[in-house]
């Protein structure tokens, strides 16, 4: 019997070979887990009663590209936020971003482009998700390192025209995941003007801009909106889970010009699965309120404060702008972890398990990402154990 190809040269998912890694060796003292982007703090109040007073509608077939209300809302938020006008119908609700970003790479991505196979640009380190999407559609995946000598931001208009001129699709993630730095609104722009120079599309993961340090990172269908550019150029991916800590909720929306997401919307008809509507009633009242994202905003913060505290004097440090992770050198990310669970029991992600080798470099091989998302309390406990283990 047969099997695709096409996923052949994926390795393996970066938390079962953590698992491999590290789970035959003994912790060296308490687990403290920081691995996982899973938000940790208290979800919003106001989930169970209105759980609770739409529960009858879970025997309804849900709307498929999210009710009214909560395009509409999603709508003003949009307005509020980056004061871009994007009517409902440029909207539509997703089951987590990571549903989207897969999705409408199936959904936009063309069979060829410029008469030759097409180019899906990936930013190295990256989510993963964006190498499945680009491998289910055909296209050749691109990954462009983010080190700290391109400001851990992918440099895309460094690339040969010949690559640019066969690019369908520039994925990109501010505030990056794992690096936790912020596209500038320079860079969008600069990356605006390269997608219609030689005719891409941007997929902006945009599901950290509510957890920043400094100022609110610009977001690229804002930048669209201000400079002129054709908002088909841009599709944007936002979510709940970090924002409003709902990562079991599974919602997310995303946002571009008319025709890409009427044909994101024709691809979920077919093959998608839309939001419960008490998931969407819950996701309405989330995106109206802006007191729980102040005070969950303030509560990381603290702990970006606890993390300057800890590594103050370890000169390699950097506080990231946005997002919860912190992006730490090493010598090796994989030596680094296993010594780490071994003589603490703090478990962290070797950097390698998020980025790929290419020439015979791994952007992420000298980093561990490490999870800002528990209690004050045991983020300090996790913290100073990894300085004295690691940086001592």
């Known amino acids: 019997m047969a099997f695709p190809e096409r996923f052949s040269n994926l390795p393996e998912y970066a938390f079962p070979r953590l698992r491999t890694l590290l789970d035959s060796h003994a912790p060296g003292g308490e687990p403290i887990a920081m691995t996982i982007g899973e938000p940790r703090h208290a979800m919003p109040d106001f989930v169970g009663p209105i759980l609770a007073k ?14 009214p209300e909560l395009l509409s809302t999603i709508s003003a938020w949009l307005k509020n936020r ?9 909207i539509m609700a997703l089951n987590g971003t990571r549903e989207g970003l897969f999705n409408a790479a199936v959904a936009l991505c063309p069979e060829t482009k410029n008469g030759a196979k097409p180019v899906v640009l990936i930013p190295n380190p990256f989510y993963q998700v964006y190498a499945v999407a680009t491998a289910t559609v055909g296209a050749e995946a691109v990954f462009v390192p983010s080190t700290e000598s391109t400001g851990f931001l992918p440099d895309y208009a460094g690339l040969p025209a010949e690559v640019l001129d066969r690019t369908a699709i520039a994925y990109l ?17 600069t990356l605006l003007a390269l997608a219609e120079k030689h005719d891409f599309r941007i997929f902006a993961d945009e599901c950290y801009s509510e ?5 609110p990172p610009p977001g690229a269908l804002e930048v669209a909106n201000d400079e002129g550019f054709d908002p088909e150029r841009v599709v944007i991916f936002h979510s709940l889970s970090k924002r409003s800590n709902l990562p079991g909720l599974r919602s997310g929306f995303c946002a571009g010009g008319a025709e890409c997401i009427r044909r994101i919307r024709q691809l979920r008809a077919y093959a998608g699965a839309p939001l419960p509507l008490p ?29 300057e505290e800890i590594f103050q004097g370890v000169n390699s440090f950097r506080l990231p702008e946005g ?20 003589e603490t029991g703090v478990r962290v992600l070797p950097g390698a398990y998020l980025s790929r080798e290419v020439e015979g470099f791994n952007p ?8 800002l998302v528990a209690p004050k309390e045991e ?3 996790g913290l100073i154990k990894l300085r004295d283990c690691l940086y001592a």
């Open 323 to 342: 997002g919860f992770f912190l992006w730490l050198p090493v010598e090796d990310g994989e030596e680094a972890a296993l010594k780490l669970w071994r």
């Open 279 to 307: 998931i969407q009633r819950v996701s309405e009242a989330a995106w109206a309120d802006e007191t729980h994202v102040i005070e969950n905003r303030a509560l990381y913060a603290e702990k970006y404060a606890i993390a």
């Open 379 to 381: 983020t300090r406990r």
């Open 173 to 189: 993630c501010s505030p990056a995941n794992p690096q936790g730095a912020v596209a500038s609104r320079e860079y969008l722009k």
């Open 364 to 371: 992420g091989k000298g980093y561990i990402r490490v999870a």
């Open 82 to 90: 980056y004061r871009a006008d994007v009517a409902p119908e440029r």
């Open 54 to 67: 739409h529960l009858a509608e879970f025997g309804k077939y849900p709307a498929n590209d999210g009710t």
């Open 211 to 215: 957890l920043w340090r400094t100022e």
